[in-house]
């Protein structure tokens, strides 16, 4: 039995990312998000909501790069800090005790701890009520070896990244099919 | 040890969603993605992204609404099946025996067997190279009851949601901590 309910936005589940930025003085931020996905393949380029008042929108307004950086599960004390602390109070990095180091092409840095990063350059925002839809191009990748597989693929379990839904961090159990498994009339 | 690779699009994971559409005829479609996020909580907005070419696509833009709906791990043959073939060459209600139903608000159906369902009326299209973000705002939520808690909130392990990565079906295993856990500053 179908039971309705008023209107409400909630995608189960999302993936959990941190977002690192920088602002003109060179000071560095961290934020955690969920709300992302992938944008286009053809020019690689990945887009994530952020909150018109936050110090990462406000940060990637003024430099126009920004680098998704994707957690394992040993990172969830830090992700949940990142999600839950404001950058304009404190120093995440320090406070973190989280490695960064220097990006190949743009100025925000990488979070060593994050098996992969993707340095982005600001490719547009887009309003969306009191948040924003903000769309980085993707110009260059960063993978860790020891998540790689002897092809060079992600293996997804040495990956083992996080998904959020009503508050609450999740792991991933197993693969249970492979994308074509059905068939094609 | 950090490799560096060229730019490519790769959020792990994303989550499964299967969405319906209907053109001016009121035939129905079934499409399935995971390019997918939510977009507003201010006025509860949800984005796709579709290929332009999209059955789908050309759906939503005659009639300007959709549904998302949330599939289970129960439904992963239909999932699979509605990712892989065109709209345009079969009814995919009628291939997969899935069950349609009346929504409330808007001309598009929803899937009996996804115990949640998200009717949309298309907000905005925003063209992202080849493909488009779809913007749809939620105007009604429905929900099976037997997921439900008793305080009317989803039981994530009932709902047993798909995420989808690297051509990959996954199946979420634990909550691993609350958000706020690790505690403010």
Request: hydrophobic share 35%; with cysteine.
């Amino acid at each position: 039995m179908k039971k309705e309910i008023e209107p409400t936005t909630s995608i189960y589940p999302l993936p959990v990312i941190m977002v690192t930025t920088h602002d003109e003085k060179g000071n560095d931020n961290i934020m955690t998000a969920a709300w992302t996905t992938n944008i286009s393949s053809e020019r690689p380029s990945i887009g994530i909501i952020m909150g018109g008042n936050s110090l990462s929108f406000k940060n990637i307004k003024q430099t126009r790069d920004f680098i998704i950086n994707i957690p394992g599960q040993g990172l969830l004390k830090e992700i949940d800090f990142c999600g839950e602390n404001h950058g304009n109070k404190i120093d995440k990095f320090k406070e973190t005790g989280l490695t960064k180091i220097e990006a190949s092409i743009i100025g925000s840095k990488l979070i060593a701890e994050c098996p992969i990063n993707f340095e982005c350059r600001l490719r547009d925002i887009y309003p969306m009520d009191s948040a924003n839809l903000i769309v980085g191009e993707v110009v260059k990748v960063h993978m860790d070896e020891n998540i790689l597989t002897d092809e060079g693929k992600v293996d997804f379990f040495k990956l083992n990244p996080v998904v959020y839904s009503q508050k609450t961090y999740y792991s991933i159990k197993e693969g249970v099919a492979i994308r074509g498994f059905s068939g094609k009339k």
